[in-house]
Nanobody, 115 residues
Framework: QVQLVESGGGLVQPGGSLRLSCAAS????????MRWYRQAPGKQRELVAV???????NYVDSVKGRFTISRDNAKNTMYLQMNSLKPEDTAVYYC?????????WGKGTLVTVSS
């Protein structure tokens, strides 16, 4: 079993920045790809960014150039640096990780972008 805990959400003005963290614990050996998803009110959950264990990354078009995903395998932690935030980035952000053919999810952290 892997436990994932997100942190770093909050209220920020448009144009501001936040850094989300996802800490993994439990049976954390050989965690593979990790992802950030988000779900805005009334919308389906969408994949925001993914990072492989080796560090390869990919992003949804709407966040390219503004968000950066990274991970520290020694600390079992993944990050999402979010810059130039827009109101449409408002959502609950979820951490997801693959391990031993299983997918694990955190409970989410709320990001609100509003003036």
């Amino acid at each position: 079993q892997v436990q994932l805990v997100e942190s770093g959400g909050g209220l920020v003005q448009p144009g501001g920045s936040l850094r989300l963290s996802c800490a993994a614990s439990g049976s954390i050996f050989s965690i593979g790809a990790m992802r950030w998803y988000r779900q805005a009110p009334g919308k389906q959950r969408e994949l925001v960014a993914v990072i492989t264990r080796g560090g390869s990354t990919n992003y949804v078009d709407s966040v390219k150039g503004r968000f950066t995903i990274s991970r520290d395998n020694a600390k079992n932690t993944m990050y999402l640096q979010m810059n130039s935030l827009k109101p449409e980035d408002t959502a609950v952000y979820y951490c997801n990780a693959d391990q031993a053919l299983m997918a694990y999810w955190g409970k989410g952290t709320l990001v609100t972008v509003s003036s």
